[in-house]
């Protein structure tokens, strides 16, 4: 049956008694048609075309009970379009859809391997993946997740109650699966590329003065914990990384030239580096007692084996020192924050912290600024006097 399809005509078609099954073309637009199913009464708008083997193929655009004849005529019109200028076979496109990998499977398969010998924040994206974008993403296909559906779960992390810095970490996380994605051919574009990051400034810097710095260091050398107690003066005394520390082995600790080498595998830039030690940090280790017993300097005298943690027992020390709010990395500002108070540039600093970017040292370019106001001052000081002086 050929016709000019219109709303009345839609919703009175019928299958004939007999049938199982009725056509009506659309003489508005070739290709479009109504298909009448018997056994339910359900019609649906079609479209016929030719495929690139020259083959008539059927894409269907929607039952009539849920698009109007007009939107079904648009639809069909931009397929035909595409079709014709493209080449795009709908029925192919659809059948790749069904085909693509779903992110779970991208992530177990092909992600993970690739990564884990390579990334030694591997078990951070694993976290992260499991609680934050699984849920979300987990069984979607490659090819369906959006732009807006990265920033809208980015979001809800964010509104969640965690900060923007950890709302910034799932939209990376999933910028990067999809880029490699796209990298091995397994997605044509990347939905996530320049996603726009919440970029909040959220780094948190607690300097300890001098006061502070007298109470926290009487308790870390009478506390009984002494092997705590001796990691943290060690962390204040190098300036280094707690898994730095805890990392340290007697091996790569050089006495005679006061240093002591931070292996490439322990390294938060990947590179290995030495590290100054100072009269502090060689008192640490004279007290330490494990030189010449075992490999790594700060061992469990319980297990044997070296520390991986100590959380529980700074909570407990800082909180004996008035400090409740001193985390273990605010040790390693402190000691930044000494040596630039001292005179010492930025690039030492960087060195001395062992910075890869020399962005990261600018946060403490504030205090090199009060270093240069203080001797300033001096000279102010002086001329003011002979300015009286003369009077």
């Given at each position: 049956?050929?016709?000019?399809?219109?709303?009345?005509?839609?919703?009175?078609?019928?299958?004939?008694?007999?049938?199982?099954?009725?056509?009506c073309?659309?003489?508005?637009?070739?290709?479009?048609?109504?298909?009448?199913?018997?056994?339910?009464?359900?019609?649906?708008?079609?479209?016929?075309?030719?495929?690139?083997?020259?083959?008539t193929?059927?894409?269907?655009?929607?039952?009539?009970?849920?698009?109007?004849?007009?939107?079904?005529?648009?639809?069909?019109?931009?397929?035909?379009?595409d079709?014709?200028?493209n080449?795009?076979?709908?029925?192919?496109?659809?059948?790749?859809?069904?085909?693509?990998?779903?992110?779970?499977?991208?992530?177990k398969?092909?992600?993970?391997?690739?990564?884990?010998?390579?990334?030694?924040?591997i078990?951070?994206?694993?976290q992260?993946?499991?609680?934050?974008i699984?849920p979300?993403?987990?069984?979607?296909?490659l090819?369906?997740?959006t732009?807006?559906?990265?920033?809208?779960?980015?979001a809800?992390?964010?509104?969640?109650?965690?900060?923007?810095?950890?709302?910034d970490?799932?939209?990376?996380?999933?910028?990067?699966?999809?880029?490699?994605?796209?990298?091995?051919?397994?997605?044509?574009?990347?939905?996530?590329s320049?996603?726009?990051?919440?970029?909040?400034?959220?780094?948190?810097?607690?300097?300890?003065d001098?006061?502070?710095?007298?109470?926290?260091l009487?308790?870390?050398?009478?506390?009984a914990?002494?092997?705590?107690?001796?990691?943290?003066?060690?962390?204040?005394?190098t300036?280094?990384?707690?898994?730095?520390?805890?990392t340290a082995?007697?091996?790569?600790i050089?006495?005679?030239?006061?240093?002591?080498?931070?292996?490439a595998?322990n390294?938060?830039?990947?590179?290995?580096?030495?590290?100054?030690?100072?009269?502090?940090?060689?008192?640490?280790?004279?007290?330490?007692?494990?030189?010449?017993?075992f490999?790594?300097?700060?061992?469990?005298?319980?297990?044997?084996k070296?520390y991986?943690?100590?959380?529980?027992?700074?909570?407990?020390?800082?909180?004996k020192?008035?400090?409740?709010?001193?985390?273990?990395?605010?040790?390693?500002?402190?000691?930044?924050?000494?040596?630039v108070?001292?005179?010492?540039?930025?690039y030492a600093?960087?060195?001395?912290?062992?910075?890869?970017?020399?962005r990261v040292?600018?946060?403490?370019?504030?205090?090199?600024t009060?270093?240069?106001?203080?001797?300033?001052?001096?000279?102010?000081?002086?001329?003011?006097?002979?300015?009286?002086?003369?009077e």
């Amino acid at each position: 049956m050929i016709t000019k399809l219109t709303e009345t005509i839609v919703n009175q078609l019928t299958c004939p008694d007999g049938k199982s099954r009725m056509e009506c073309c659309d003489l508005s637009l070739p290709g479009l048609y109504v298909l009448v199913r018997a056994e339910s009464d359900i019609k649906t708008y079609y479209l016929r075309y030719k495929n690139s083997l020259g083959k008539t193929a059927h894409q269907k655009i929607g039952r009539t009970t849920d698009i109007a004849l007009a939107a079904a005529r648009k639809k069909a019109k931009a397929l035909k379009a595409d079709i014709l200028a493209n080449g795009l076979d709908p029925k192919a496109v659809a059948k790749a859809d069904t085909n693509a990998l779903t992110l779970d499977d991208f992530w177990k398969d092909h992600y993970l391997p690739f990564a884990t010998p390579r990334k030694r924040s591997i078990k951070r994206d694993e976290q992260i993946y499991r609680i934050q974008i699984q849920p979300t993403f987990g069984q979607s296909r490659l090819n369906q997740i959006t732009r807006q559906q990265i920033l809208s779960l980015a979001a809800s992390v964010k509104d969640s109650g965690l900060s923007a810095a950890s709302a910034d970490h799932v939209s990376k996380l999933i910028r990067r699966l999809l880029t490699l994605a796209v990298e091995w051919e397994f997605l044509e574009k990347n939905p996530a590329s320049r996603i726009q990051l919440f970029n909040e400034a959220n780094e948190v810097e607690h300097y300890l003065d001098d006061e502070q710095l007298q109470r926290l260091l009487k308790v870390l050398q009478t506390d009984a914990n002494r092997t705590v107690c001796l990691i943290c003066q060690f962390l204040l005394a190098t300036g280094c990384r707690l898994n730095e520390a805890l990392t340290a082995q007697w091996s790569l600790i050089d006495r005679e030239n006061g240093t002591w080498r931070v292996s490439a595998i322990n390294s938060k830039s990947g590179k290995s580096r030495a590290v100054p030690l100072t009269a502090a940090a060689l008192n640490v280790l004279d007290q330490i007692g494990t030189e010449g017993a075992f490999d790594y300097v700060f061992v469990n005298a319980k297990t044997g084996k070296h520390y991986t943690h100590i959380r529980h027992t700074w909570i407990r020390l800082r909180k004996k020192s008035g400090l409740p709010w001193l985390r273990l990395h605010d040790l390693r500002h402190t000691y930044a924050s000494m040596l630039v108070n001292s005179g010492q540039s930025l690039y030492a600093v960087q060195q001395c912290l062992g910075h890869a970017d020399s962005r990261v040292t600018q946060r403490y370019a504030h205090l090199s600024t009060k270093t240069l106001q203080d001797a300033a001052n001096c000279a102010s000081d002086k001329i003011m006097g002979a300015m009286r002086a003369a009077e």
